[in-house]
């Protein structure tokens, strides 16, 4: 009897050993649920595309810590990745311990992952703070050409060059608020002090507006309806 439990123990140690294995994890980086970066590729709206949307950094080791963000706005339970024979696993975590599998992670290509039913892409975007600069790549980051032929550019780290005094912008990517009805982007000359504008994109036109505020709320002195007003700027790209 004693032979046979000591033989059951071992087997349960083995089994679970993967648990605390420290390991490298070769699909660390920022990961997006493709429905999300196909809306923005197709429609370069991010208030169109947030519902549903899903994302996630995986750490570049097993067991830190992450979470998957969901639709922008807020985060899921604590997670990590653990790393079973070959396969990379999600793991929910309370109080610092593991409590269930959530995913296993299958590897569809070097830039694409499947959680669930749910395919996910790599992208390589940049972090200020706790701010992922995923529009500023992914839908803005490039050079443009204004109607007198000045070269504009919008980096992916958030840094504009060539529009009038301003030397930053920060796209709003989570509308689930209050004075939010159109996609909107913010220019500045510091991420703490931007001046917010209606944004649009016509195949290789982006068209920059000042927003109408159409119904102010007093009490919390901001405007709760926006529309697009006046044209500000009109940049093509190169």
């Known amino acids: 009897m004693f032979a046979c439990a000591t033989s059951d123990s071992n087997k349960s140690n083995s089994n679970n050993h993967f648990k ?53 706005h807020e985060g899921g339970a604590f997670l990590k990745v ?49 701010t992922y600069k995923i529009l500023e790549a992914l839908l803005f980051k490039g050079k443009y050409t204004t109607a007198g032929g000045k070269t504009v550019e919008f980096k992916a780290n958030g840094q504009l060059l060539g529009l009038d005094t301003f030397t930053c912008y920060e796209p709003i990517i989570d509308y689930f608020d209050a004075g939010m009805q159109v996609d909107q982007i913010g220019l500045g000359n510091s991420p703490e002090k931007l001046t917010w504008y209606g944004f649009t994109f016509n195949r290789d036109t982006l068209s920059l507006y000042k927003l109408n505020c159409l119904t102010f709320d007093s009490t919390m002195n901001n405007c709760v309806e926006v529309d697009y007003g006046q044209l500000a700027y009109k940049l093509w790209t190169k």
Do not use: H
Request: proline share 3%; aromatic share 14%.
């Open 20 to 72: 605390q294995l420290d390991t490298n994890v070769t699909i660390s980086g920022y990961w997006l649920s493709e429905d999300y970066y196909q809306s923005i590729q197709n429609f370069k709206s991010p208030k169109k595309a947030q519902d549903g949307s899903e994302f996630i950094f995986i750490p570049d080791r097993t067991l830190q810590q992450t979470t998957m963000i969901y639709n922008f």
């Open 82 to 130: 653990l790393k079973n024979n070959k396969n990379y696993e999600l793991w929910e975590v309370l109080d610092d311990s593991l409590t269930q599998k959530l995913y296993t992670i299958e590897e569809i290509s070097p830039t694409q992952i499947k959680l669930g039913k749910k395919v996910f892409y790599k992208i390589n975007i940049e972090k200020y703070q706790d």
